[in-house]
C-alpha cells in the first residue's frame, strides 16, 4: 500500500543547497546593493548575466494612423489611431 504525501512530486527529490550560488561561482566581491536592488561586483558594476545575456533596454515604437479601407470581407473600416508602445526586453 502506498502513502499519499502532500508535497508535489518534483519537489520530493529537492535537496539542500549547503554554500550559496555566489560561492559555486568563485567571484570574490559579489555583493546585493540595497540602493539599487541589483547585484554588483567588487567594482560597482552591476551584474546583467544572472537574469539575462543582454543588458536591459527600453525602446519605444511610434504611433501611427491605420488607413481607411475595405477588409477582405467588405465591410469599410474607418481610419484609426495606433498609440506607441514601450519594449521593455532586453537587447531590443
Known amino acids: 500500500m502506498q502513502v499519499r504525501s502532500d508535497t508535489p512530486f518534483i519537489l520530493r527529490f529537492k535537496r539542500k543547497v549547503e554554500t550559496p550560488w ?15 536592488m541589483l547585484w554588483v ?16 533596454t527600453a525602446c519605444s515604437t ?19 489611431y495606433r498609440p506607441p508602445k514601450m519594449d521593455k526586453r532586453s537587447g531590443k
Open 22 to 36: 555566489l560561492d559555486v561561482l568563485g567571484e570574490p566581491g559579489v555583493h546585493f546593493d540595497e540602493d539599487r
Open 41 to 56: 561586483d567588487a567594482t560597482g558594476a552591476p551584474l546583467w548575466a544572472g537574469r539575462m545575456k543582454k543588458y536591459p
Open 62 to 80: 511610434a504611433g501611427k494612423m491605420i488607413p481607411a479601407g475595405y477588409t477582405p470581407s467588405g465591410k469599410y473600416k474607418p481610419s484609426t
